[in-house]
């Protein structure tokens, strides 16, 4: 009889256990805004901090999680530690689980890739736009490998040819970029990364995987073409709500 008590308390151990792990993998997938946060462009400059996202949608195979000095996901496998120090607003998001960090490893469409916008693990902001036209859409990242390093982003749930494989190469370090992959140029091409605002008001701007492990810690539009982002960038402007 002891034993089986033993056994049996060691069997509900191990249920509580695989269920409070998935709920804080879950919880770390969650908006840390509410749904009425709005961020707005000034001059022709908008500036959002990636995990200030107000809702995540089609998030079941892959999902980005949220990492802060006091919150880390659990979610195997990731094999890098966090990346924290460069990191502005001290916090980013990632997608996991990771399992395609180089060449080396292998790669199952749908699930660690897709070159398709839109349909894995979306983010959601919401963007008062004052001016409408055509804006270069630049995002900071961490990669960790060679093939941690690719999105797609999109604009009121379209996804323009414009937007898609956002490609960044690695550097070990959180990096601005703004370049397109093509078949030219598999590291990315200048210029070719941009959106169409089309009439001034609020816009839903998203981001969707391309690559997971991708480690996204800030975006930025801006309609100068030659713009020069250093450091953390310029400071997010919010027109409505309260960030935490």
Not at 55 to 72: G, I
Request: hydrophobic share 35%; proline share 6%; charged share 25%.
């Amino acid at each position: 009889m002891q034993i089986r008590s033993v056994t049996t308390i060691s069997v509900l151990s191990m249920l509580w256990a695989l269920t409070v792990g998935a709920a804080v993998a879950e919880d770390t997938g969650q908006p840390i805004v509410g749904e009425d946060v709005v961020f707005e462009e000034v001059d022709g400059v908008v500036a959002v901090e990636a995990e200030h996202f107000y809702k995540q949608t089609l998030n079941k195979v892959r999902s980005w999680n949220l990492f802060t000095p006091k919150q880390q996901p659990k979610v195997d496998p990731d094999a890098d530690p966090p990346h924290l120090a460069d990191a502005a607003g001290r916090a980013y998001v990632e997608i996991l689980p990771d399992t395609r960090r180089n060449h080396g490893e292998k790669l199952i469409n749908g699930q660690n890739f897709i070159n398709q916008p839109g349909k894995m693990a979306v983010l959601h902001y919401k963007v008062h736009f004052n001016t409408p036209g055509k804006y270069y859409v630049w995002a900071r990242i961490f990669s960790t490998g060679t093939e941690d390093n690719g999105m797609h982003v999109g604009i009121d749930g379209t996804w323009p040819a414009t937007g898609q494989r956002m490609q960044w190469t690695g550097k070990q370090k959180c990096v601005w970029g703004s370049k397109q992959r093509t078949e030219k140029q598999h590291g990315g091409e200048q210029y070719k990364l941009y959106l169409i605002v089309e009439k001034p008001g609020e816009h839903e701007i998203t981001f969707s995987m391309r690559e997971d492990g991708t480690e996204f810690d800030k975006w930025m539009m801006t309609q100068e073409k030659k713009s020069a982002v250093n450091g953390q960038g310029p400071a997010p402007r919010v027109k409505q709500g309260k960030l935490p």
